[in-house]
């Protein structure tokens, strides 16, 4: 069965950074596409970022583009967030999320996708 456990959200002010993580147990990481949604309070949960099972693809909601950067260390099963000059607009309890890799990379940016989610961690930016 798998699980994933997120850590490093907290409280920062606008403009600085975080480095979210995602710890698989119960499979090999590299057995599945990862990925990172958000839900901010009174909204529905949204698509963030994404990575293929190698790596080697990823994609990201424009909203993010440019400022975070999501990568994964198969080898230590965790999948990470960077996120760099953050906004008070990205406070949210982000979520992390897996599929077999199996399943084509085009469906990876839909929430449907994911079999697997994790209890999320909080993110708040103060202005």
């Known amino acids: 069965q798998v699980q994933l456990v997120e850590s490093g959200g907290g409280l920062v002010q606008a403009g600085d950074s975080l480095r979210l993580s995602c710890l698989m147990s119960?499979?090999?990481?590299?057995?599945?596409?990862m990925g990172w949604f958000r839900q901010a309070p009174g909204k529905e949960r949204e698509f963030v970022a994404t990575?293929?099972?190698?790596?080697?693809?990823?994609n990201y909601a424009d909203s993010v583009k440019g400022r975070f950067t999501i990568s994964r260390d198969n080898a230590k099963n965790t999948v990470y967030l960077q996120m760099n000059s953050l906004k008070p607009e990205d406070t949210a309890v982000y979520y992390c999320?897996?599929?077999?890799?199996?399943?084509?990379?085009?469906?990876?940016?839909?929430?449907?996708?994911?079999?697997?989610w994790g209890q999320g961690t909080q993110v708040t930016v103060s202005s």
């Open positions: 999320t897996a599929v077999d890799r199996g399943r084509s990379e085009s469906t990876l940016t839909t929430e449907r996708t994911y079999s697997y």
């Open positions: 119960g499979r090999i990481c590299s057995l599945y596409h």
């Open positions: 990575i293929n099972w190698s790596g080697g693809v990823t």
